[in-house]
């Protein structure tokens, strides 16, 4: 089935290399061994209370950690690689990337960006939706799922040279534009991190035509009152004010001390799988099984992508006085589309978002968190599908 949806665009500019995953034996059992053989903190009043209001418990994780030591790493390489994966070499850097590729020569491209603590896996839910409604000679689109820098089986960021989300976004533009999509151009999808890499592309990149995102980092605009937000909105600033008090301990340790937390999470699986664990169990609205955390917090593992993947929190630091969104530099004047889930960590009123750009798509969802594409795939493919139909035609 991969092999169906792997046919590159006849526009290409620069053909791809095929790739498939595949982590060495060695590797396999290490891990095994390591898990095995990690301790877990004693007993403490904080890690046994069950509502995790000091962080993830010692319950949840001795259960993981058990269920870790027999995860079958093989059944999910053979998932993963049902799906067509390449790589191009860009600025010195190896960029891994998911896709679907059309046979349509209308279909629309849709880059989808990912964040932290995701990855290209985040998105699987929905292609595998897609593939149940579409043959490579129907879908409408070409779905295209980059690796960030520093993230799975992308290599880097640079070690010698200061990298960030403006340098993220012009590699995965030039993503775009190897695949022949320069001159038709593509929309962006992002939520998280792509988010922001999504808004850069929107405002800095011609080929960039339309953008949809599931998140937006900002705080109240000064001339917004009160009184134009909806109830189930309050809702959502209830949530980000918890996140706002008890939630961001982790983006400050990103920001200033990356090499510290980079190096103590390198140490032990355990160690991270409490770390990424945590989010998974905290930023979602829905539940996400043990097995996604374990297969997720595994990949992460495998391809030592936490250290290289934290570096975009350094330019939160110090809180900049205006949040990336809010900057009239990053005013979204192409086509804008919104999805609202009630648990994203900030869950932004639409009157907010109004202010960033040309909001012409906004759908508001009873359900969800920050991990979108994994809880809700269905509702994030009809919005995506809805707002392309629209933003394109």
């Known amino acids: 089935m991969a092999l169906a949806y792997s046919d590159i665009p006849a526009a290409a500019k620069v053909a791809p290399s095929p790739f498939q995953i595949h982590i060495p034996d060695e590797q396999i ?6 898990v095995k053989l990690s301790k877990l903190a004693p007993p403490t009043f904080e890690n046994q209370q069950p509502d995790r209001k000091y962080g993830v418990t010692n319950e949840w994780l001795t259960t993981a950690k058990e269920a870790w030591k027999s995860f079958d790493w093989r059944a ?7 799906f067509p994966q390449f790589t191009y070499d860009i600025e010195g850097l190896t960029i891994h990337f998911v896709a679907l590729f059309s046979r349509k020569k209308d279909a629309v491209p849709v880059v989808l960006i990912h964040g932290w603590p995701g990855s ?7 292609l595998s939706l897609i593939r149940d409604r579409y043959s490579p000679e129907d879908l409408p689109y070409h779905l295209v799922i980059p690796s960030l820098p520093g993230f799975t089986f992308s290599s880097g960021p640079p070690v010698d040279r200061d990298f960030i989300g403006e340098d993220t976004a012009r590699v995965l533009n030039q993503v775009m534009l190897n695949l022949g999509f320069e001159d038709g151009g593509y929309v962006a999808q992002g939520g998280d991190i792509g988010s922001k890499i999504g808004r850069i592309l929107a405002v800095d990149y011609p080929a960039c035509k339309a953008i949809h995102l599931n998140a937006c980092f900002m705080g109240k605009p000064d001339h ?5 937000i909806a109830e189930s909105e309050r809702r959502g600033l209830a949530r980000a004010g918890w996140f706002a008090t008890f939630g961001t301990g982790y983006s400050l340790e990103h920001g200033t001390r990356p090499s510290t937390i980079g190096n103590v999470l390198s140490s032990s699986p ?6 990424i664990g945590e989010k998974f169990l905290d930023w979602a609205g829905e539940t996400i099984p043990l097995e996604t955390i374990l297969e997720s917090v595994s990949l992460y593992w495998f391809t030592e992508t936490f250290p290289r993947s934290i570096y975009h929190y350094r330019e939160n630091v ?7 969104a809010e900057d009239p530099r990053w005013y979204i004047e192409k086509p804008f589309g919104f999805s609202y889930y009630p648990m994203e960590l900030v869950p932004v009123p639409r009157v907010w978002v109004e202010t960033t750009g040309n909001l012409v798509f906004w ?30 035609a």
Do not use: I, M, Y
Request: glycine share 4%; aromatic share 10%.
């Open 363 to 392: 759908k508001t969802h009873e359900k969800g968190g920050h991990f979108a594409a994994l809880e809700c795939p269905r509702d994030f493919l009809d919005d995506l599908t809805d707002f392309c139909g629209q933003v394109w």
């Open 224 to 228: 917004v009152p009160d009184t134009a």
């Open 29 to 34: 059992e290490e891990l095994q061994l390591l």
């Open 270 to 275: 355990v160690a991270l799988l409490a770390w």
């Open 318 to 324: 110090p809180p900049p006085k205006v949040k990336h």
């Open 76 to 82: 999910a390489e053979k998932h993963l690689n049902s």
């Open 120 to 126: 290209f896996l985040e998105f699987l839910p929905v």
